[in-house]
């Protein structure tokens, strides 16, 4: 990645994102991720769908006028 697609990332992240770790169990993981990849998502895509699953309050609700944007992820296709 060169200094400019990295500098723009960095910035998108700071603005629009927050992070927090997760743990599992050894082992967990690559069957969690081998899982999220059967069903066509991203790891962390399929774990933010879980949670707004459980937590309805996160999802924003849709204008009428305009039409939900299809995403596999939270985050840019370059951030995946």
Known sequence: MNNGSQKAKDKYLKEKVDTFVLRVPKGEK?????????IGKSL??????????DVPSLETPVKKEESAPVRRS????FLD
């Open 30 to 38: 690559e069957i969690i991720q081998k899982h999220a990849q059967s």
């Open 44 to 53: 962390n895509s399929y774990i933010v769908d879980l949670i707004k699953a």
């Open 74 to 77: 939270s985050l840019p296709s």
